[in-house]
Nanobody, 114 residues
Framework: VQLVESGGGLVQPGGSLRLSCAAS????????MRWYRQTPGKERELIAF????????AYADSVKDRFTISRNNVKNTVSLRMNSLKPEDTAVYYC????????WGQGTQVTVSS
């Protein structure tokens, strides 16, 4: 099982980024997927969820109306489109494959700063 995140980087406040997570080693279309983020000294925060078929999504209040999760079950990818970024969005972002896989990617750093 492998999850590989990409797309992080440095962006100015108000800017946008698109994170991607490439999955392999399991039947991607059978598994719910999530995006989390973590800053030093804090617990990992669940920010977005998408069901296996992509028909339902959910977001943390902190990112609702700014972030959009999506997936492509042909390419085995899950993405996170992040708009109107704020300095407090600075974190390492992780994708997660839900049960029964329960696997994490290595994370990608997002820094929002002028």
């Amino acid at each position: 099982v492998q999850l590989v995140e990409s797309g992080g980087g440095l962006v100015q406040p108000g800017g946008s980024l698109r994170l991607s997570c490439a999955a392999s080693g399991f039947t991607f279309s059978d598994v719910n997927m999530r995006w989390y983020r973590q800053t030093p000294g804090k617990e990992r925060e669940l920010i977005a969820f998408i069901t296996s078929g992509g028909g339902s999504t959910a977001y943390a209040d902190s990112v609702k109306d700014r972030f959009t999760i999506s997936r492509n079950n042909v390419k085995n990818t899950v993405s996170l489109r992040m708009n109107s970024l704020k300095p407090e969005d600075t974190a390492v972002y992780y994708c997660n494959a839900g049960r029964p896989i329960n696997h994490w990617g290595q994370g990608t750093q997002v820094t929002v700063s002028s």
